[in-house]
């Protein structure tokens, strides 16, 4: 199995965090877990150039399949991924405002969305997928994918904002910065703020900086297993492991303990990773 991640090249690290790579092959596909996707402060592009994946919201049941380019909009809840046998995922993971200001679309519009990306970008990503497959190697996979990216913000739609700059910054802070002081930094009223950041980003900043949180435990208790709940709130920043199990049970309807035996049961856990990225 393979789980990398690689940085973007220089001209395209203001649009673009990371990609990540996901590979593997199971020798029997009647006996492949589902894993439970839990909410993340990001957008994504993902291309599933062999098995496709189904998807089901765990809140309310409602299924997709077979799409081969994905765009994948703030999520609220889990979403429960079931993959094939050979399975290849090339993920883009925009920077903060990247992909509204690639599309154009305000990122409400995409929220809890699992949306066919030839809808949104014709003819060129389906290409791209096809390239990505015949690719001899992960490197090459990248600079198939940053050919296709730098030729779409080269007609970008929409300018660079301060607003960018600073949900960059709430991503990378060791403390969740004050919104006030946000808006401040951005030379906007409160309101303003909060009405800009939603149209770029999906979501108000004070959700925005929850769902952060919330993915620093997820993460933490995956890379430190042996780790309390309760070491793992106070450095993520609760207040207490009840301040954590509140966020939990918001965003997996599940507590901590729970979501997390449910995690171990992921595909990548068959071959003795773990999800930490």
Request: with cysteine.
């Amino acid at each position: 199995m393979v789980l990398l991640e690689f940085a973007p090249s220089l001209p395209l690290s203001a649009f673009i965090r990371v990609y990540r790579v996901v590979h593997f092959v199971f020798d029997d596909a009647a006996k492949i877990p589902f894993k439970p996707y839990p909410p993340k402060p990001e957008h994504c592009l993902s291309f599933y150039p062999r098995d496709t994946e189904k998807v089901q919201f765990a809140d309310n049941g409602k299924t997709i399949s077979n799409l081969k380019t994905v765009i994948i909009g703030q999520q609220a809840g889990v979403t429960n991924r079931y993959v094939g046998r050979d399975f290849l995922v090339f993920q883009v993971v925009f920077s903060p405002g990247a992909l509204y200001r690639l599309t154009g679309i305000p990122s409400i519009e995409l929220n809890n969305g699992y949306i066919d990306a030839e809808a949104i970008f014709p003819n060129s990503v389906k290409e791209v997928n096809d390239k990505i497959n015949d690719a001899k190697g992960y490197p090459e996979m990248v600079s198939v994918v940053e050919a296709f990216l730098a030729g779409r913000i080269a007609i970008c739609k929409k300018d660079f904002n301060s607003i960018d700059r600073l949900s960059n910054l709430m991503l990378r802070a060791d403390q969740s910065p004050k919104i006030e002081w946000l808006a401040g930094e951005a030379c906007l009223s409160l309101r303003q703020f909060e009405r800009k950041f939603m149209e770029r980003m999906g979501v108000s900043p004070r959700y925005f900086n929850k769902v952060i949180r919330f993915e620093n435990a997820f993460r933490m208790k995956n890379k430190y297993p042996q780790l309390s709940w309760f070491v793992i709130a106070i450095e993520c920043g609760y207040y207490d492991y009840q301040h954590l199990v509140k966020d939990y049970q918001a965003f997996t309807q599940k507590t901590p303990i729970d979501f997390h035996a449910l995690d171990l049961k992921s595909p990548e856990r068959k071959f003795g990773e773990a999800d930490t990225y």
